[in-house]
Structures are given as structure tokens and as C-alpha cells.
């Protein structure tokens, strides 16, 4: 199994352009979830999802949308990035079963800087 | 979202055991007291995770306190690659139709020295 992939590694965006970072995972989680990490700090939770169909906003949602067509792919979309949006942004996916929530498997990050 | 205190930064040799203390007095009786670590450059990754009793894994051995107030991660040997952030975080991980949310803190800098 890949795990969780993130594309791309690295991006720098000027001031009000909008794109994409993908995420996909291969172990037929049903949750994903989108953070940030700023310099320093811990990661907040941006938006995540609990099925295909299915998505909520986090602690920071925004600047950002989601949606979740498959349960492989979570993208998340940057409207008009702003300087404020520079970070490292990690997706992460888990399950659950029999009642319990198991741990999350993290994409190793894109870091995107907007000029 | 009950809290964790962690120390900013610890040090420790190589080879040598090292104790990563987290603080959770306000902890509810179905919070889930988890680890993760982040090495440098990675996302994070799982550690351990535990109720009431201490728990062991190949990775490390989680000791929790009888009053549950607070926990200690354990590494029993130091190595080079155990350099990381390390992070303690409260998790209801019982399934209630939605979702249980991690939320990080600014987690504990451990540097190992060789």
C-alpha cells in the first residue's frame, strides 16, 4: 500500500491564485482530514470528511473548500490564496470499527507559500 | 476539548532511556490519552495510545497515572532517529456517529544527543 499520498511536495502561488492539493489514500478509510502547521506550531484542523459525500469544517476552515466524490480522494481547494495561507498542509485518513476510532495515517505534507 | 501541558523541549543521549511527561487534569472518563511524533520534514506519526492501564508497543511504553491526570511516554533507548516532536493528545475515540477530532498542542522538541 501507498498509505497517504500528497501532491505536490512543494508550490508557491502569487497573492489571489487559487489551486488544488491532492490527497489520496489506498486503505479504504472512510475518514480524511486536511490540517495546516505553521511555523512552530501544532497542526489545526482545516476541514475533514466521514464518507464519500460527506465533509465538515475543522477549527480553520476559512479561505478553503473541499469535497469528497471517492473515498480515496480529498482535495482541498485554495479559493484566492492569501500570504495568511502560507504553511505546510498535511492530509491524514483513519477508520473506525467496532465503535472504536482508530489511529490517523498522515501524508508526509505540501508546503505552499504564497507571495 | 480537555487540554494537555507538555514541556516545550527536552534532551537526552543516545542509547539512554527518556521520559516525556504530559499533563491532562481535566481528562474525561472516555478520553483515549494518544502519542504521535513528528520527525523533521514528515507528517506526524502514531506513537501509542492507552485508557487506564500502561501499554507497550515495539515503538514505546505509555504510563498512565492511576488518577488518569497525567501520562508518561517512554523510550527506552534513545536513538539518533527518535529525534522528533512529540505530541500528547486526548481522544474520545468511542464512535458516536461523527467524528473525534485530534487537536495538537506545540508538543515536546526531544534532542538526542550521540
Known amino acids: 500500500n501507498a498509505g497517504v499520498t500528497q501532491t505536490p511536495k512543494f508550490q508557491v502561488l502569487k497573492t489571489g491564485q487559487s489551486m488544488t492539493l491532492q490527497c489520496a489514500q489506498d486503505?479504504?478509510?472512510?475518514?480524511m482530514s486536511w490540517y495546516r502547521q505553521d511555523p512552530g506550531m501544532g497542526l489545526r484542523l482545516i476541514h475533514y470528511?466521514?464518507?464519500?459525500?460527506?465533509?465538515d469544517q475543522g477549527e480553520v476552515p476559512n479561505g478553503y473548500n473541499v469535497s469528497r466524490s471517492t473515498t480515496e480522494d480529498f482535495p482541498l481547494r485554495l479559493l484566492s490564496a492569501a500570504p495568511s495561507q502560507t504553511s505546510v498542509y498535511f492530509c491524514?485518513?483513519?477508520?473506525?470499527?467496532?465503535?472504536?476510532?482508530?489511529?490517523?495515517?498522515f501524508g508526509p505534507g505540501t508546503r505552499l507559500t504564497v507571495l | 476539548d480537555a487540554k494537555t501541558t507538555q514541556p516545550n523541549s527536552m534532551e537526552s543521549n543516545e542509547e539512554e532511556p527518556v521520559h516525556l511527561p504530559c499533563n491532562h487534569s481535566?481528562?474525561?472518563?472516555?478520553?483515549?490519552i494518544h502519542w504521535y511524533r513528528q520527525l523533521p520534514s514528515q507528517g506526524p506519526e502514531y506513537v501509542i495510545h492507552?485508557?487506564?492501564s500502561n501499554v507497550n508497543n515495539r515503538m514505546a511504553s505509555l504510563a498512565i497515572a492511576e488518577d488518569r491526570k497525567s501520562s508518561t511516554l517512554i523510550l527506552h533507548r534513545a536513538t539518533l532517529r527518535d529525534a522528533a516532536v512529540y505530541y500528547c493528545?486526548?481522544?474520545?475515540?468511542?464512535?458516536?456517529?461523527?467524528?473525534?477530532?485530534?487537536?495538537f498542542g506545540a508538543g515536546t522538541r526531544l534532542a538526542v544527543h550521540p
Open positions: 491524514a485518513s483513519s477508520y473506525s470499527s467496532r465503535g472504536v476510532h482508530h489511529e490517523q495515517f
Open positions: 486503505m479504504n478509510h472512510e475518514y
Open positions: 470528511s466521514v464518507g464519500a459525500g460527506i465533509t
Open positions: 481535566t481528562i474525561s472518563g472516555t478520553d483515549y
Open positions: 492507552g485508557l487506564t
Open positions: 493528545i486526548l481522544r474520545d475515540v468511542m464512535f458516536s456517529g461523527g467524528y473525534n477530532k485530534l487537536i
